[in-house]
Nanobody
Framework: QVQLVESGGGLVQAGGSLRLSCAAS????????MAWFRQAPGKEREFVAA????????YYADSVKGRFTISRDNVKNTVYLQMNSLKPEDTAVYYC?????????????????WGQGTQVTVSS
């Protein structure tokens, strides 16, 4: 079992940056594909980014490609989301998630474990 705790959210002006962190418990962090999803008020949860177990491959939603970077540190059991050039439409609760299966999915129902979420608000 994995417990995930996000941090780093907050209020930022458009064009600014934030770095989200997700700390995982347990000794098997490196065996999970990790991802970030987000959910804005009144909208469905959507995929943001994912990273493979060893960190060699990353995947991004078109809406964040070139602005966000996902990374992981398997020694610190932490996954990060560096968010640059933030836009008001990036405002959402951001969740990290862990998937025990191989391969990367953009679908939330594939992921086994979820954090509690961290609020990101981008003002115009």
């Amino acid at each position: 079992q994995v417990q995930l705790v996000e941090s780093g959210g907050g209020l930022v002006q458009a064009g600014g940056s934030l770095r989200l962190s997700c700390a995982a418990s347990g000794r098997t962090f490196s065996s999970y594909v990790m991802a970030w999803f987000r959910q804005a008020p009144g909208k469905e949860r959507e995929f943001v980014a994912a990273i493979t177990r060893g960190g060699a491959y990353t995947y991004y939603a078109d809406s964040v490609k070139g602005r966000f970077t996902i990374s992981r540190d398997n020694v610190k059991n932490t996954v990060y989301l560096q968010m640059n050039s933030l836009k008001p439409e990036d405002t959402a609760v951001y969740y990290c998630a862990a998937d025990s299966q191989s391969g990367v999915s953009y679908y939330s129902d594939r992921y086994d474990y979820w954090g509690q979420g961290t609020q990101v608000t981008v003002s115009s």
